[in-house]
């Protein structure tokens, strides 16, 4: 791991508080209640980003586990920011052995270059969204 990142895996291994406060800085999900976060937590794949024991990055997938998977809630604390806690993160994603051999997407409007270096490549598609 990139500057001794640890990545720690599974929805028991999160800090609720910390994905919480995490979560609170993104323009995405900033008002999201923490009930719908603990739901959605308990229903994904968790990857953690931890500077000892203090957990600094999250991400969910959402995935069938046979075919595809979905990236979702990737967030690095913003004082950890270009350090390279990002790409520690999405390499453990990539590189899980659940994961192998499926297709990723996501949606990003600002990250795509961290995303190319793990693989992802933009996709000339339609997007469609049913709103709630």
Known sequence: MERGFQVRVGVKNMVFEDVIRLIR???WAKDRPEETMRKAMEHSLCFGVFDGERQIGFCRII??????YYVADVIVDKDHRHRGAALTMMKAVVAHPDLEG???ILITKDAQDLYRKVGFEIYPIHFMEKKV
Do not use: W
Not at 63 to 68: G, R
């Open 63 to 68: 995935t069938d586990l046979s075919v595809i």
């Open 25 to 27: 800085q993104t323009y």
């Open 102 to 104: 499926l297709r990723g």
